[in-house]
């Protein structure tokens, strides 16, 4: 599973099942947080929050960030209508997923 919040937790979020394919895109950010910066369809993002919560900001080059009205953390960033950016955290293999066949023997 892949899990993310804001600094003061009011907006959690995690992305659904991942493809193998997928998973290999994702690549560690700079911090000692262990974060992974992945790009995936917004369709698998799960957002649980207040709708007060989260609010766009509309960037000149197009970009929409997605930020938190309390802390203003970004959640993430809307590339195009399908396409996001986010930092997650990895918490463990989600057990009904499929295996991912870079492990298997």
């Known amino acids: ?25 994702e690549t560690l950010t700079q911090t000692d947080t262990s974060q992974l910066s992945m790009t995936v369809e917004k369709e698998r993002l799960v957002i649980d929050c207040a709708p007060f919560s989260l609010a766009k900001l509309h960037e000149a ?24 950016r986010l930092e997650v955290t990895f ?11 870079q492990f298997m023997l």
Not at 11 to 22: G, P, R, T, V
Not at 91 to 101: F, I, Q, V, Y
Request: charged share 20%.
């Open 1 to 25: 599973m892949y899990r993310g919040s804001c600094h003061c937790q009011a907006i959690q979020y995690e992305i659904e099942h991942l493809d193998e394919l997928e998973a290999d895109n």
């Open 61 to 84: 080059n197009g970009e929409t960030h997605h930020v938190c009205n309390v802390c203003a953390s970004v959640i993430f960033v809307e590339l195009n209508p399908n396409k996001v």
């Open 91 to 101: 918490t463990g293999h989600d057990a009904l997923a499929e295996p991912h066949r």
